[in-house]
């Protein structure tokens, strides 16, 4: 049954997300809890949630720009698959690989050729985000590739396989990027300072790899 809100490939993700939750076995290591509790969210593409001023935009992203000054208009525009959007019929702004803070920028100085507005009384905001395809493995719930929502995190991400298996680590997940860059996930920074995860963005075709733990040390 299709999850109000929901693509197929995020139902699908979530109904099996849900079902490792459920399955997941009782651990008592200190930050394995987040993903039985489901602390971290799994966030679909169309959920109305405050976006990072530096997700980076693509393909696929659909962004609403709002002006209420002396003019006023709302548009909804996508970016198309040559990384530009063209509002209003306006000539085209090319936005793909753009931050959403320097995209609103950009289409700010823009359309202030042709409206009259100040720099208060504009905004652009995503509205729906693409979907990625990540591929997480290694000691988690349920290896495998995941279609979710780019406004996820790669904490966010590992909520879609059901966390890391009571054997797995906690403190050097590895995020890899299409461009072959590691980025080393720790539960526990995150556990400390939760703005951390942001700097973990995720893209298409993304590998998130969980090794066993190390040294675990316990307090009795």
Do not use: C
């Amino acid at each position: 049954r299709m999850k109000e809100g929901a693509s197929a490939e995020e139902a699908l993700s979530e109904e099996k997300t849900e079902t490792l939750q459920e399955k997941a076995p009782d651990v008592n290591i200190y930050g394995h809890q987040i993903f039985k509790n489901a602390e971290i969210n799994l966030y679909r593409a169309a959920d109305n949630i405050s976006t990072p001023p530096d997700y980076v935009l693509t393909t696929g992203d659909e962004v609403i720009i709002s002006i209420f000054g002396a003019s006023q208009a709302d548009f909804e525009s996508t970016v198309n698959s040559e990384g530009y959007i063209s509002p209003a019929g306006i000539e085209k702004i090319f936005v793909k690989g753009l931050t959403i803070s320097r995209a609103s920028e950009l289409v700010q100085q823009r359309l202030q050729r042709r409206y009259t507005f100040g720099n208060d009384q504009f905004s652009l905001t995503l509205s729906t985000a693409r979907t990625v395809t990540m591929n997480i493995f290694g000691e988690v719930q349920q290896p495998g590739s995941f279609t979710i929502s780019a406004i996820n995190t790669g904490f966010n991400a590992l909520v879609a396989a059901g966390g890391p298996t009571p054997g797995g680590s906690v403190r050097n997940i590895r995020l890899i990027k299409g461009n072959g860059e590691t980025k080393n996930l720790d539960i526990y920074q995150y556990l400390t300072n939760p703005k951390v995860k942001y700097d973990y963005a995720i893209d298409d075709q993304d590998i998130i790899f969980v090794p066993l733990s190390e040294k675990i040390v316990q307090i009795v």
